[in-house]
């Protein structure tokens, strides 16, 4: 299993991102998959996730703000986050449940 990210970068404040995640190894549509985050002196943390059927569920504090979809012809889950706060600010991972198998992660920081 093979998960790489992309789209982190500095952003200020209310600005947007678009971090997406791609698949390798796995029979992507059949499953579940998420986005985590860690902020500096935290734990990681469930962000959102989206299952096989498209249904999502995500974190009370990004409820509103972010959104998450799959493509799954292009293997790829995608986290679309706007109103971004410097709260936000955090290495952000995909995170594939059934096999336990994280990406490498991207940096998203929210300037002030």
């Known amino acids: 299993v093979q998960l790489v990210e992309s789209g982190g970068g500095l952003v200020q404040a209310g600005g947007s991102l678009r971090l997406s995640c791609a698949a390798s190894?796995?029979?992507?549509?059949?499953?579940?998959m998420e986005w985590h985050r860690q902020a500096p002196g935290k734990q990681r943390e469930l962000v959102a996730s989206?299952?096989?059927?498209?249904?999502?569920n995500y974190a009370d504090s990004v409820k509103g703000r972010f959104a998450i979809s799959r493509d799954n012809a292009k293997n790829t889950v995608s986290l679309q986050m706007n109103g971004l706060k410097p709260e936000d600010t955090a290495v952000y991972y995909c995170?594939?449940?059934?096999?336990?198998?994280w990406g490498q992660g991207t940096q998203v920081t929210v300037s002030s």
């Open positions: 995170y594939f449940p059934s096999g336990a198998a």
């Open positions: 190894g796995i029979w992507f549509d059949i499953f579940t």
């Open positions: 989206i299952t096989s059927g498209g249904s999502t």
